[in-house]
């Protein structure tokens, strides 16, 4: 059955006799597993190969592939046995012919028929809530990727030509794509478009206006300004992805482009939805944006308890969570991206000074995880340019550099095929491999839970879900040494890269061999904490125990870790 037409239609009491969910974990414990909907698992009855080793993906093209909301639902086993806690979908409202990803929308209000159906969304949601592991309740969140900055491509220029954004000058609306699109039928308000062509200068996506005024590659960029149509646009927007709060009970909603949005459009979307989950009953309800630049001084905007900008007279606030960590994920022209510090291209020193430049933004350097989703690589090619983490990194530094996100500040994330070992490069197609063959409806999918990426990287999750410090403590990053006399920070590409959280009386120490070759260093621990000949056991990546040395020179404590090549540990 077709979903409503319009937002005047759209009842948002709750629906009788319902409970919503409402989980008590902070966002900062979970594991997010992001995946495109159309590349991971179509729900036929495939069943998966078996081995140790990783897989390619399968190359899947640029159009719909077939995916389904019912192979993730047919699946949660599998993204729960990574130890993964919360789902986050590539955007599942329908879209313009061959738009796969999600991000050409041209309807709120109903669910992609290549996707599925809303009942579909539904049942994910509440097996996902209800979801059980080893017997007991093991709830399962789920994130929607909303697109509010923008519409797809649903009307024209004048000719349908391509206009290019000059000088902020407005163009007309010549024509609707379709005669019964855009839905909500609100939308079909030229005054609600800036029309101003697409983003086209040199720095047109990082400079205002043109980055708030410009369209996306096609895609139609809203009028959220502060205005009378400006208001009625985001009130709409805001009463078209309340309705799924309301029908399906979903956990969260990723922002799309929160760069390219006006300041106060962002606050009042993301204030009133936060308010109409709280009105259910929903008090966790999870708001990150993707703010894609690696800029410091735009990010710190956005994230802390400050995330405030001055517009005029007034103060404005964001209003999202936390945001996608693009500044350590990418690095930028003072700050390598974290993919090359963790597989030995680059100096430690640029996440080193990460830490520190977050520390301003949170009431302690626990803190600072509450307002940042970490990852290493994810569906888009523009900031990524050798391809998925996996690309050219053996099965260890895959599983060290998930294992990294997973212990350090933050809301971890991982992009599906991550655990097994894919390794695209180049477009966003070939970043956007499938799991399963569509081409051969009985052939096993690549969701292999007896890789070894996949089990190392659930021991770890599982130790991170045990073990408090590591998902409320403070971090540190700790100096080491080869011989015990000096200490320093870890520089160059060969170097163990060492970092503690403490939690009140509390040590947990995280290594990591950037090397491919075996490393024996003395690693610094807190010497409030502990006492000379303490033992430190291992709970993840070797057996037993290390003994605390005697005082250094310099009264430092340390313990001597014997690594081999990109060997990854916690101990505690």
């Known amino acids: 059955m077709a979903g409503p037409q319009s937002v005047a239609a759209v009842d948002l009491s709750p629906l009788p006799g319902k409970t919503y969910v409402n989980i ?6 979970e594991f997010i597993y992001f995946l495109m909907v159309d590349r991971f698992h179509d729900g036929l009855p495939r069943g998966a190969i078996s081995q140790a080793g990783r897989s390619l993906g399968i190359s899947a093209g640029a159009g719909f592939y077939g995916g389904k909301i019912k192979g993730i639902t047919k699946n949660l086993d599998y993204i729960a046995g990574l130890g993964c806690t919360a789902i986050w979908l590539s955007p599942v409202f329908e879209n313009n012919a061959g738009a796969y ?32 592991k080893n ?21 024209q220029y004048p000719l349908d030509a391509n206009y290019k954004y000059f000088q902020d000058q407005q163009f007309p609306l010549d024509a609707w794509r379709r005669g019964d699109r855009p839905i909500p039928t609100e939308l079909r308000n030229d005054a609600y478009y800036h029309r101003r062509g697409d983003i086209s200068s040199p720095n047109g996506y990082d400079t205002y206006p043109e980055n708030q005024h410009g369209d996306l590659s096609g895609l139609k960029d809203y009028a959220n300004d502060d205005d009378i149509p400006g208001s009625e646009l ?11 709060i309301r029908e399906a009970d979903v956990d969260g909603f990723r922002v799309d482009a929160v760069k390219h949005m ?3 459009a962002c606050s009042r979307f993301s204030s009133n939805v936060r308010e109409y989950a709280y009105a259910l009953g929903k008090r966790g309800f999870f708001l990150f944006g993707e703010l894609a630049t690696p800029d410091d001084e735009v990010i710190d905007r956005y994230i802390g308890q400050n995330t405030s900008v001055t517009a005029g007279q007034d103060t404005v606030f964001f209003g999202i969570d936390s945001i996608l960590d693009f500044r350590l994920a990418e690095g930028n022209s003072q700050n390598s991206a974290l993919r090359d510090v963790l597989k030995g291209w680059a100096d430690p020193g640029s996440v080193f000074r990460r830490l520190q430049d977050q520390e301003k933004r949170a009431l302690n350097r626990g803190e600072i995880g509450r307002y940042l989703v970490t990852f290493l690589d994810n569906h888009d090619s ?47 197609e070939n970043m956007r491999e499938a799991i399963f063959d569509h081409t051969k409806p009985q052939a096993p999918s690549l969701l292999n839970t007896d890789c070894r990426i996949y089990q190392e990287i659930a021991k770890i999750a599982a130790v991170q879900r045990a073990t408090p410090p590591l998902r409320f403590g403070r971090m540190y990053f700790r100096q080491i040494s080869v011989d015990g006399l000096a200490f320093g920070p ?29 490393r024996q260093d003395r690693v610094t621990i807190d010497s409030s904490l ?19 040395q005697p005082v250094a020179p310099d009264g430092t404590l340390f313990v001597e870790l014997d690594l081999t090549g990109h060997q990854f540990v916690i101990l505690a």
């Open 24 to 29: 008590e974990r902070e966002w900062r414990e």
């Open 101 to 132: 990803h999600g991000y050409n929308i041209n309807n709120y209000l109903d669910i992609d028929p290549n996707f599925g159906t809303k009942q579909d969304l539904i049942d994910l949601v509440d097996a996902a809530h209800a979801y059980k």
């Open 135 to 155: 017997g007991q309740p093991a709830p399962l969140r789920i994130i929607l990727d909303v697109v509010i900055n923008h519409s797809g491509n649903n009307w």
């Open 234 to 244: 985001i009130n709409v927007l805001i009463k078209a992805h309340c309705y799924w």
């Open 262 to 264: 006006g300041e106060l």
């Open 382 to 428: 523009f900031w990524q340019p050798n391809g998925r983490f996996g690309a050219g990194a053996p099965d260890d530094q895959i599983i060290a550099g998930v294992g990294y996100l997973l212990c350090m500040l933050g809301t971890a994330c991982v992009y599906y095929g991550t655990e097994q070992g894919f390794q695209g490069a180049g477009s966003d």
């Open 490 to 518: 870890a520089f160059g590409s060969d170097y163990t890269l060492a970092f503690s959280r403490l939690l009140y009386g509390r040590e947990v120490l995280v290594a990591y061999n950037v090397s491919a070759s075996a």
């Open 530 to 548: 502990h006492r000379p000949g303490d033992k430190l056991t291992y709970l993840y990546g070797g057996a037993g125990s290390v003994t605390v």
